[in-house]
């Protein structure tokens, strides 16, 4: 009588609850079974009607226990705040960010697009015709030298066909006009090569933009003109360029582009080496020798080219001051430009 009063009174609120419940009155060794035990000293004219009661009590019990345990199912998937506990912290997400590289590629081709430049790729590994040969390099030229080419094999006979890693992207520009009319308008990044020691401001692996345009009646004031317009764009709507005197194999006459430091806005420090300026590309009008090289008319078309280095570029952007950085994948140096 009293196990009865004491299960109909009996609540539970919580799963630790509900498990007391069970093991006081319905496991093996709960209170119900122990009645269930004390059965047999009842006497034999009793039995009948005790073990009655007991399995009505029994019923009972596993009926509050069923109740309860919907119950508290019930309330946890109403607040699932129980089943969670919010006061822990999160296991942290980390999502990743651009490679600052990949940033700036992504930003020069978005500028050069705008000016109705297209995007073109070539091959890593070259064959000399297209890395020198069709660019005007003579065959002792000490440009040749200059580049630190990286060969892969070399030579023997008269004529050069060695095959090396390119060392500059202008390689697709030779195929470019190999294969297609003027117009064209284009810019080619890629990965270049150069037996370089590695160092703050130097690598033997590097990117590149190139760009070429030719066209009847190409200036060299449409290259000036799509440079500073590239610089503004790039360093902001007060930056400026100037053109220093230069020579490439490939295009004359040739010049350095120098833009006003990005990082002290002209007004000197270290990333400029306290000019206020700063390289950013080598240019040039198209050397008619190239042209006819690719099979167009020198006589009817001009055209410029520039190119420059990605790395260069970023450095400049976001004062970085050493090219290695780039390549060691340190996430405390990456993660610096998550949302750049
Ligand atoms: N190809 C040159 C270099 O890698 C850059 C350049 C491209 C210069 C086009 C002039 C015109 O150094």
Avoid at 29 to 48: H, M, S, Y
Avoid at 159 to 167: Q, Y
Wanted: hydrophobic letters at 35%; one cysteine or more; glycine letters at 6%.
């Amino acid at each position: 009588k009293e196990l009865v009063s004491e299960i109909e009174a009996a609540s539970v609120t919580s799963k630790e609850q509900l498990e007391a419940f069970r093991l006081k009155y319905i496991s093996k060794k709960g209170a119900v079974t122990e009645l269930f035990d004390g059965l047999k000293n009842i006497p034999q004219e009793d039995r009948r009607a005790v073990g009655q009661e007991l399995n009505t009590l029994k019923n009972l019990a596993q009926n509050r226990f069923q109740e309860f345990s919907a119950t508290l199912e019930n309330t946890e998937a109403a607040n699932p705040e129980m089943l969670i506990d919010l006061t822990l912290p999160v296991a942290p997400h980390l999502q990743g960010s651009l490679h600052p590289l990949t940033i700036v590629r992504r930003r020069i081709i978005e500028i050069f697009e705008r000016m109705g430049f297209n995007v073109s790729y070539g091959p890593e590994i070259e064959k000399d015709w297209y890395n020198f040969s069709a660019l005007n390099f003579a065959d002792n030229h000490p440009a040749r030298e200059m580049q630190d080419t990286f060969f892969i094999s070399k030579s023997e006979g008269e004529v050069k066909d060695d095959v090396l890693l390119r060392t500059h992207t202008s390689n697709v520009q030779v195929r470019l006009m190999e294969k297609q009319k003027p117009p064209i308008r284009s810019i080619m990044p890629g990965r270049v090569f150069r037996n370089e020691a590695i160092s703050a401001r130097a690598h033997c692996v590097f990117h590149q933009v190139e760009g070429l345009y030719v066209d009847k009646n190409v200036s060299f004031k449409d290259l000036k003109d799509t440079l500073y317009h590239f610089a503004k764009e790039m360093f902001g709507k007060d930056s400026k360029i100037r053109l220093r005197p230069s020579y490439f194999p490939f295009t004359e006459p040739s010049a350095e582009i120098d833009v006003t430091c990005f990082i002290c806005k002209g007004k000197g420090c270290n990333v400029c080496k306290y000019s206020g300026w700063v390289e950013i590309a080598g240019s040039g009008m198209v050397d008619p020798n190239v042209l006819e090289n690719c099979g167009i008319d020198s006589e009817e078309y001009t055209g410029f080219a520039f190119g420059m280095g990605i790395e260069r570029i970023t450095m400049l952007r976001y004062g970085i001051n050493d090219l290695r950085l780039f390549t060691e994948n340190d996430v405390r140096f990456l993660r610096q430009f998550e949302g750049a």
